[in-house]
């Protein structure tokens, strides 16, 4: 059984991972100058966000009495730390669902690569869509359920992605979906390249798995945070990944539907910065950008 300072190392040890990284992306947003698809004022509140949750893979803090360590959690959506929390309530209250199904469909819906000036328009045209093709599958699902009592309700869950390409400056926008229903997995399928003609067939992705493990596998891919701070290492990237939080601050990335809507709340964790404790952290960043070439510069 670990002691109260072996858990707070571990912790502690786990938070500082992300630190380094995040922290390249915030030197990166002070110098950044505005662009057509990222003012300034988003750029500000990206890297008030962005500061918020270095503070929380860095800081631990002493709770009340001084006797033992507890974290202290910034609540962000864009923290890693935070974020790892809701994914693991969604995992264990989702599974106890999903092991029960007979089978997991997995399928991927894909659009062609687009410029950063058009990501947001883009994005927004595959939520619409997406409303429309999952309202279609879903009643179509329902009213076979009527025709036969072997027929299952539609459940699932539905994970937005964006991944970018640094060398050409470009971005990808699709959907993860995990269902328990063969019929709609390729019902989704084929709205989709009826909706968007110019997506290619081979690109989309329809899979499925029986045992535990691969359904086990497929559940936790989806559920993970869809922000990824690894290899940061270069001004393109840093760009990236600020147009890309940018685009889905206010979008709901996962979602559930059917049985297995309404079993994750959001975590209630103890412990939130306000405002004022913020300003008053010593912070500090460990890479920073050059005004003359705009490379960063690293300790």
């Avoid at 500000?44 to 360590?69: A, D, Q, T």
């Amino acid at each position: 059984m670990l002691s109260n300072i072996d858990t707070v190392k571990r912790l502690y040890t786990n938070k500082r991972l992300n630190s380094a990284a995040i922290s390249q992306v915030i030197a990166y947003l002070q110098h950044m100058e505005p662009k057509p698809f990222l003012t300034q004022e988003e750029i500000s509140n990206l890297e008030m966000k962005l500061r918020v949750s270095h503070e929380c893979s860095n800081l631990i803090y002493r709770s009340e009495g001084g006797k033992i360590y507890c974290p202290s959690y910034c609540h962000n959506r864009f923290c890693l730390i935070c974020s790892k929390i809701t994914e693991t309530a969604r995992f264990y209250r989702y599974w106890n669902v999903i092991q029960k199904w007979p089978c997991v469909w997995s399928v991927t819906l894909t659009i062609p690569v687009c410029e950063a000036a058009l990501l947001n328009e883009t994005v927004q045209e595959i939520n619409r869509v997406w409303k429309t093709i999952h309202d279609t599958v879903r009643k179509g699902v329902k009213r076979q359920a009527h025709k036969s009592p072997l027929a299952v309700s539609l459940s699932g869950i539905r994970k937005y992605e964006i991944k970018s390409n640094s060398v050409s400056n470009t971005y990808q926008p699709h959907i993860h979906l995990i269902l328990n229903s063969k019929q709609a997995a390729f019902h989704y399928e084929n709205l989709w390249l009826e909706k968007f003609p110019k997506a290619l067939g081979y690109a989309q992705k329809v899979d499925f798995a029986v045992d535990k493990v691969k359904k086990k596998n497929s559940l936790s891919y989806l559920i993970k945070p869809g922000l990824a701070f690894d290899n940061v290492n270069s001004i393109a990237e840093c760009e990236a990944i600020a147009v890309i939080l940018n685009t889905v601050a206010n979008l709901h990335t996962i979602e559930a539907f059917g049985e297995l809507r309404g079993l994750v709340k959001e975590q209630k964790v103890k412990g939130k910065f306000s405002t004022s404790e913020m300003e008053k952290m010593n912070w500090h960043v460990t890479a920073y950008v050059s005004k003359e070439t705009g490379e960063c510069l690293t300790e």
